[in-house]
């Protein structure tokens, strides 16, 4: 920017990998690269605050004139929250005054995350992140668990997003899926869902898909009852595809298909839900 290159890190780095954010600028990528003396640019909150513990790795992205931070911030050891820090001319830096943007409670069973990166695309913003389990902090074998996951922030009050929660290749006859199979969906933010779920009938069936909405308080522990339940129109030899639009009053959902066919199964099930509000 401006014939000036920046490049921001996370220093010095202790033994917990979180630290303080720093920023040197050179005139060319091969340098010399100069630190800057006001270092560090993003300092730990103070004692008590969500992120009192210091940052993990995070990428700035500068979009239309601003520099843009998304980063890990930690409460304690490896319980991190996403936050978010923007600046002008990539020296001073101010705090986003209702962090985190992404509260650690936001993804059950979550207890940190990390290395997070950025991709603006407006209306959203995506957030890429490593991600780690209260449950499954180490495998058998003594490695950490992390996953990669994704947030996507929303730039505008009202917004309709889509995803997918459940790809199966088959259902067999007089079987259902498992809720284990099927992805989360959370209505923190969101007060509409469009559900559309497309399947596959063999030519002699004679029993059609039905589709069972379960909730959860807190997105692990998931009702045996349903909320929300419908059929997806019989059509033998046919692939059908069905929309159910709801206003769920509901934190976290999940979604069980059954196929009560006796003889053939269903192929080539999925569910799309659109959130939105």
């Known amino acids: ?110 207890s940190g995350f990390a290395e997070v990166k950025a991709l603006i695309e407006p209306p959203f913003i995506y957030l890429y992140h490593t991600l780690r389990y209260i449950s499954r902090f180490r495998s058998a074998e003594g490695w950490a668990v992390e996953d990669l996951a994704i947030q996507v922030l929303s730039m505008e009050p009202h917004f309709r997003l889509a995803m997918q929660i459940l790809s199966l290749d088959a259902l067999a006859p007089k079987t259902g899926s498992q809720l284990e199979q099927c992805l989360p969906v959370s209505f923190d933010h969101a007060s509409k869902l469009a559900l559309t779920v497309e399947c596959s009938y063999h030519a002699g069936a004679k029993g059609g898909l039905r589709v069972h909405m379960r909730s959860s308080s807190d997105g692990l522990d998931y009702d045996n009852v ?11 030899g046919k692939t059908v595809k069905k929309t159910v639009e709801m206003s769920p009053h509901v934190r976290y959902a999940k979604i069980v298909v059954e196929n009560p066919d006796e003889s053939h199964e269903v192929s080539s099930v999925k569910a799309t839900a659109t959130v939105g509000n």
């Not at 690269?33 to 969500?50: M, Q, S, T, V």
């Not at 239309?64 to 409460?75: L, W």
């Not at 349903?226 to 033998?236: A, G, K, N, Q």
């Open 1 to 110: 920017m401006d014939g000036k290159f920046y490049i921001f890190a996370q220093n010095p780095v202790g033994v917990t990998d979180q630290g303080p954010f720093c920023v040197a600028t050179a005139d060319i990528p091969e340098g010399p690269w100069i630190k800057y003396k006001g270092n560090p640019i993003l300092k730990p909150g103070d004692w008590g605050a969500w992120d009192d513990g210091g940052y993990s790795e995070a990428r700035v992205r500068y979009h239309d004139g601003v520099f843009h931070c998304f980063y890990g911030g930690t409460k304690t050891l490896k319980l991190e929250s996403i936050g978010y820090a923007y600046s002008f001319d990539g020296y001073n830096w101010i705090k986003y005054g209702a962090n985190p943007i992404v509260p650690l409670d936001a993804v059950p069973d979550a």
């Open 226 to 236: 349903d909320v929300h339940s419908f059929e997806i129109d019989l059509m033998p």
